[in-house]
């Protein structure tokens, strides 16, 4: 069975950094591209970053310069360093994966992406 799991989330004031991480079990997606969401409370979820098997790159705007998402093909983890964080940055963010193999788009969609994993609270406190 197939599971993306994060960790790393938590509670802290404005301006702080925190680092998730998502460590996938019961297959390597080091051929797949794999992004980040978030859903803040009574919001729809939403796209943060994406990162290709080649290490290209997407973010959305609001994210842009102070969060960093890089994948480790050792450890078979994605990572989303996130710096500067603003109250407007609490939400649950959520791993994903594209099934396909070898694809050079990245997209910010939800429906491009086909494994996610249960999500980990961030809270920023003003």
């Known amino acids: 069975q197939v599971q993306l799991v994060e960790s790393g989330g938590g509670l802290v004031q404005a301006g702080a950094s925190l680092r998730l991480s998502c460590a996938p079990s019961?297959?390597?997606?080091?051929?797949?591209?794999m992004a980040w969401f978030r859903q803040a409370p009574g919001k729809e979820r939403e796209f943060v970053a994406a990162i290709g098997w080649s290490r290209n790159t997407l973010y959305t705007d609001s994210v842009k310069g102070r969060f960093t998402i890089s994948r480790d093909s050792t450890k078979n983890t994605v990572d989303l360093q996130m710096n500067s964080l603003k109250p407007e940055d609490t939400a649950v963010y959520y791993c994903a994966a594209d099934s396909k193999t070898g694809s050079y788009t990245l997209y910010g969609l939800l429906g491009k992406y086909d494994y996610w994993g249960q999500g980990t609270q961030v809270t920023v406190s003003s």
């Open positions: 019961g297959r390597t997606f080091s051929a797949n591209n």
